[in-house]
Each structure stands twice: as structure tokens, then as C-alpha cells.
């Protein structure tokens, strides 16, 4: 039976996208790509295509729920692991390990609160008593692209000459104890590609095209426990941990005058769920669920020196190191829930309780040595130094960015 074109029972807004159609349509691997094929998502601007806007809203309003696990980073409201340089580097999660996403763009229901954009709610794949299981394979070669446009600016531009992404994986599902116990496990490691060259007539141009490489680990595990046709516990296991090889993780590094001011990063994540879904009775529905989730996100330089940028040539002429980086920051939470639904005379009632307790470290810093403030209060960093023409002086040396502190450690419940 086809479901109604107006579903009058609900006032939510959006879509759900299933497994059957993401196999069947063009779209990109990881779980952020497929959130575009529901009305109302468009692009997040500078916040990265991992975060797309819902109904209006930032890409950084947004709520990220697989299998029960809040995956939001508590630090900004992103998808996964953040970085203020890098934008959403997680979540991994391919479709292949997705039964169903739920994009809900509007008027959806209270138990989905901290957002002010959408929700996006996932379904991972679990096991039946068929076992079933799959190899698969997928490339975008460089080969098949159109040439990227070059784009020349008199502070010099850096160029992409091309990019390729490929995985390759397994997944598959079979019974424990049948009509009871299943398992499903699926597991994708993957790369990403990109190769950046420096603008004309910089130094770093010498080097060629300088491949910018990501890899990540994606994995999934789901234990289910069906104790009869009214209980069912579900454990579910599943993490993106990533690297980024030590390279132009920025492609502005290959602007530097004077040395390759590489850097390498390290993050993703590791999530954890235990669910009870059970009905207590013909007109009463009882969830439960308990829920760990960690991102982490860190950069290494490969200079350790202030970043100089003299602007009183044309280029800027930058030396020394990538000037602001985020060695680490961490964002983790522990979810407990439980709701519960009655079914009076034909209307349904929905009530629950949630508690989060989530623990986010900031930590910052700037490349080369620490400094002296004229206050004579020594810096906790390096800085960023700025050579500015000046009427009287011809030339001024300012520092416009160091740090007192390393960053913020926080701890909050919700």
C-alpha cells in the first residue's frame, strides 16, 4: 500500500530516504551526501557540505541521531568531528551500512530537541535469519573529471589539478540463535585524494602537483536480541577513525615562500549504543537507551614557526609555519533516555525523559615560539606576525594573534 501523499497525523516536514534508493541514484558515499536528496536541505555555505542547511536554518543547527546515538559535536552544532580550519571531517558512515534516513526539516516531534535547524535520524542495517552479506568496490577516478577552472590573483591562488575518492568494503548479517539472536558488521576503509600545485612564480611550484590524502576506517557492529514478538535489545557499535598524511591538509601551505609548512591530522570517531524497544501492552510502548559518543579532532604541524606575512609586497610574501592550529579537541557524551506511549481512545500520548552529560576540550595554539606581551605576561603559544606599511616607519612588525590560554575545558547536562 502506497503511503498518503498528506500524512494528516503528523506535522513534521521532510523525507525518508531508504537503502533501495541510495543504491539506485548518483550520490555521493558518506551519509552526509545523501541528506540532499530531501526537500528543503541546501547547501551550508562555509560551514562545509557535510552540513547542509535545513528550512533556512546554518549548517551548524542541525541534530545527527544514528541508532539512537546523538553524533552532533557539542563543541558547534556540526556533524562529527569539527575543526574551525576544516569544517566537518566526520561523520564516515558509507550508505551501504544504512537501512533508512529520516530528514526532518520542520515540525518534528519534542523528543528532538537541540536544534534549531533539522534532524537527521538514521537507521543502521541489522541481522534476520538469513545470512546475506555483500563485497563492494567503488572508485571516482581523476580520469573521468572535467578540467578544474585555474584562477589567477595577484596574492596568488592556489591551483586544484584533480581529485579521486575510492573504498572498498564488506558487510553481511546472519542469525546466532534464530528467530532471537543476529548479528550484522560491516567494515569500509577508504580514501580520499586531492592534488593541489602552488600559483605561478611561487617557490613551492618546484614541487609539482602535492597530493593532499585522507583515510579513514569506517565500521559498524549490531547485536540484536529479539526475546519475543514484544522485546527487542539492540547493541550497536560503529566509528570513522581517520588520518590525514602528513601534506598541504591546507592547500594555503603551498603559499609559503620559504619552506613547505606541511601538517598531518588525525580524527573521527568511536559511538556506542544499548536499546530496549518493548510493548508492555497492546496500548503501551516503552524505548530505552543508553548511548556514548566521542569525536576528536587533531592537527601536527610540520613547522614549528611563526607564521610572517609580509604585506608590504605584492604577493604577500609568507614565511615560517601554518600559524593557527588545533592540536586537540575532543568532544564526548554520555546519553541516557527512556519514552513512553499510550494509545487512549485513538489519540497517542508521548512522554520521556532524556540526560546528557558531555565533557568538550578546545585546545589551540600557534605555531613557533611564545612571546612576551608588553604587560610582561609570556604568551601560552606562538603567533601569527604581520609586516604592515606604515607613513613614518616604512615598515611595523605586529603581532595580531597569540594566546594566553590553550583553550576552554568544559563540562555541561542537559
Not at 521532510?14 to 533501495?20: E, R
Not at 562529527?80 to 520542520?106: C, H, M, Q, R, W
Not at 538469513?130 to 592556489?158: A, C, I, M
Not at 541516557?336 to 578546545?362: A, F, M
Amino acid at each position: 500500500m502506497a503511503p498518503p501523499l498528506i500524512d494528516t497525523s503528523s506535522t513534521t516536514t521532510g523525507a525518508v530516504i531508504s537503502s533501495d534508493l541510495l543504491e539506485r541514484v548518483p550520490v555521493g558515499r558518506r551519509v552526509s551526501d545523501t541528506l540532499y536528496l530531501a526537500p528543503g536541505v541546501s547547501s551550508g555555505g562555509m560551514v562545509g557540505q557535510a552540513n547542509p542547511s535545513m528550512s533556512g536554518g546554518s549548517g551548524l543547527e542541525n541534530q545527527y541521531v544514528i541508532d539512537g546515538v546523538n553524533v552532533t559535536n557539542q563543541g558547534y552544532g556540526a556533524l562529527g568531528s569539527y575543526s574551525i580550519v576544516f569544517g566537518s571531517l566526520g561523520n564516515a558512515t558509507p550508505f551501504d551500512f544504512i537501512k533508512d534516513v529520516e530528514v526532518k526539516t520542520a515540525g518534528y516531534e519534542a523528543e528532538f530537541g537541540q536544534s534549531t535547524g533539522g534532524v537527521v535520524n538514521v537507521v543502521t542495517k541489522s541481522g534476520t535469519n538469513d545470512v546475506r552479506g555483500s563485497l563492494f568496490t567503488y572508485d571516482r577516478p581523476q580520469k573521468l573529471e572535467g578540467r578544474w577552472t585555474e584562477v589567477q590573483t595577484p596574492n596568488g591562488t592556489v591551483q586544484t589539478l584533480g581529485s579521486r575518492t575510492y573504498d572498498a568494503g564488506a558487510g553481511g548479517g546472519a542469525p546466532i540463535v534464530k528467530n532471537h539472536l543476529f548479528f550484522f558488521g560491516a567494515i569500509d576503509p577508504s580514501r580520499d585524494v586531492r592534488t593541489f600545485e602552488a600559483p605561478q612564480n611561487f617557490p613551492l611550484l618546484s614541487l609539482g602537483g602535492d597530493d593532499r590524502t585522507r583515510d579513514s576506517t569506517t565500521y559498524a557492529a549490531k547485536g540484536t536480541y529479539q526475546v519475543n514478538s514484544s522485546h527487542r535489545v539492540d547493541v550497536s557499535l560503529f566509528g570513522d577513525p581517520s588520518n590525514g598524511l602528513n601534506g598541504p591538509q591546507r592547500a594555503g601551505a603551498l603559499l609559503n615562500q620559504t619552506t613547505a609548512a606541511f601538517s598531518s591530522l588525525s580524527y573521527g570517531g568511536h559511538n556506542q549504543t544499548v536499546r530496549y524497544d518493548g510493548a508492555l501492552s497492546d496500548r503501551w510502548l516503552l524505548e530505552a537507551s543508553y548511548a556514548h559518543a566521542k569525536n576528536s579532532l587533531a592537527e601536527t604541524p610540520s613547522v614549528d614557526a611563526w607564521e610572517v606575512v609580509d604585506r608590504t609586497v605584492t604577493p604577500n610574501l609568507t614565511t615560517g609555519g601554518i600559524g593557527f592550529y588545533e592540536p586537540g579537541n575532543e568532544s564526548m557524551s554520555q546519553q541516557w533516555s527512556i519514552k513512553s506511549t499510550n494509545l487512549i481512545r485513538g489519540h497517542q500520548i508521548k512522554y520521556g525523559y532524556e540526560y546528557d552529560h558531555v565533557d568538550w576540550n578546545q585546545f589551540t595554539n600557534y605555531t613557533g615560539p611564545t612571546i612576551t606581551a608588553p604587560n610582561g605576561q609570556p604568551t601560552a603559544t606562538g603567533a601569527v606576525v604581520r609586516i604592515i606599511p606604515d607613513p613614518v616607519y616604512g615598515q611595523v612588525y605586529r603581532v595580531v594573534r597569540a594566546r594566553f590560554t590553550t583553550g576552554p575545558q568544559t563540562t555541561q547536562s542537559y
